[in-house]
């Protein structure tokens, strides 16, 4: 007599179209330059408090940033741990610096919205938003702490 092994269902991995993902983190940095007013920020009407930057940086640093956000949704989707999240991220910062000639345009979406960007792939689609940022502290919470040295 033969005996079969049972081996549990393999569960597919979350659906994804990592290029929505970049596609939607895209639109939101160009609806960010176009809200208006936004006292002291950076807009299409005019530069704010900034005398470094203006419409045309952000412009510059939302091509730099092209295929970011999709990586990281992807890197999400795959598992990837934060420091694979953070080398990802430290790649786009420095295109993003090259795209503006040095000015810090978009550092902080490149930490917050990439870390969203990841999530939505560790999610799948239809994820509900408002468990993005849960999924975050979740998955890398401890770790971004332990980088911050608060850990």
Do not use: Q
């Amino acid at each position: 007599m033969t005996t079969l092994a049972f081996a549990p269902p393999v569960l597919p991995a979350p659906v994804l179209d990592a290029g929505r993902v970049e596609r939607a983190a895209r639109r939101a940095l160009l609806g960010e330059l176009a809200c208006f007013p936004k006292p002291g920020l950076v807009s299409f009407v005019d530069a704010g408090s900034h005398a470094d930057m203006d419409a045309i940086s952000f412009l510059r640093s939302v091509i730099g940033l092209s295929g970011y956000f999709h990586d990281m949704a992807a890197a999400g989707a795959a598992g990837a741990g934060f420091a694979a999240l953070n080398r990802i991220g430290c790649v786009a910062e420095a295109a993003m610096l090259r795209a503006t000639g040095g000015v810090n345009t978009h550092r902080g979406a490149v930490f917050a919205l990439g870390l969203l960007a990841a999530a939505a792939g560790a999610a799948g689609e239809g994820a509900p938003p408002e468990d993005l940022c849960t999924l975050v502290a979740e998955r890398w919470g401890a770790a971004i702490l332990a980088a911050r040295g608060e850990a």
